[in-house]
């Protein structure tokens, strides 16, 4: 992984043209100042996926071309990928944590949203909690990583809300049913490339109330291990992704409600609550 920080986003056209699959492009923007002039201006990138056609640029087209700059307020944020595998760590939110076996579980891709889409909560789903989670984006395909070589398989950080329905987690020891419904997993605004991710402040803000903070280091196993634990049985993919775990302060969502996940460094992600069919 690169030591130049910028941000990729995948986005869409606010005048997206109609198509078999909606448009999407991918832009890239270096200013260090994420909210001044120049961090409102973007530049359209070729796909950082190019081995997986999930992620693939629309075709080209007029004020949508390779190398042209395009004002934020031209777009609306995706899911920064569309990615293959969704891995979560389970019980890695400190040192009772690490005293266990790593383990991982697996969110539905179809689980995925992006910034500002409603999660929606169905009728009878019970206690549901959001996670904010420091968010690993893979950049290339990779098998059995080392601790040495862990971060070359990384693009980069994003933001990820590990949405999970409590009750089912209880009666549901894969845990499927509690972390796989639809827009569960929101992912977003965009991917940080160049974070350094030590130390980062994680926290939840539920309905205005700012939820007390921790930090990456709380985390019982840490990027690079979680990167080898994962890939020493399966080959990670181009834009799969992986949320490291949750050591904050989290609180219940209800329709009605709104949750913003903020991470150090990448900045928030913000999601209102609405009831489900």
């Not at 845990?175 to 974070?195: E, Q, R």
């Not at 007390?212 to 994962?230: C, M, N, P, Q, R």
């Not at 490291?244 to 992600?269: H, S």
């Amino acid at each position: 992984m690169t030591d130049a920080k910028y941000r990729l986003a995948r986005v869409r056209p606010l005048d997206a043209v109609a198509a078999p699959l909606p448009e999407q492009f991918f832009v890239r923007n270096d200013a260090a100042d994420f909210d001044g002039p120049e961090g409102q201006l973007w530049q359209l990138v070729p796909t950082p996926f190019p081995a997986s056609p999930a992620n693939q640029n629309s075709a080209e087209r007029d004020g949508w071309n390779v190398g042209q700059s395009v004002g934020q307020d031209k777009f609306t944020f995706l899911a920064p990928c569309n990615p293959a595998n969704v891995f979560g760590m389970a019980h890695n939110t400190g040192a009772p944590g690490r005293a266990l076996p790593p383990q991982a579980f697996h969110k539905a891709a179809s689980s995925v949203v992006g910034p500002g889409d409603a999660i929606k909560l169905s009728p009878g789903v019970g206690y549901v909690d959001p996670e904010a989670e420091l968010t690993v984006v893979v950049g290339q395909q990779a098998r059995n990583l080392t601790m040495e070589n862990a971060r070359e398989a990384i693009l980069g950080f994003t933001i990820g809300n590990d949405v999970s329905a409590r009750d089912a987690q209880k009666s549901d020891e894969l845990w499927i049913s509690a972390k796989s419904p639809d827009t569960f997993t929101p992912l977003g605004p965009w991917i940080v490339v160049g974070l350094a991710d030590q130390g980062v402040p994680i926290n939840i803000v539920h309905n205005g109330t700012e939820l007390t903070a921790a930090s990456s280091d709380d985390l019982g196993w840490g990027v690079e291990e979680i990167l080898v634990y994962l890939s020493s049985f399966m080959t990670l993919q181009p834009g799969d992704v992986i949320m490291t775990g949750f050591p904050a302060e989290c609180r219940q969502i209800t329709p009605g409600d709104e949750v913003i996940c903020r991470v150090g460094g990448i900045g928030e992600l913000r999601n209102p609550v609405v009831a489900g069919e």
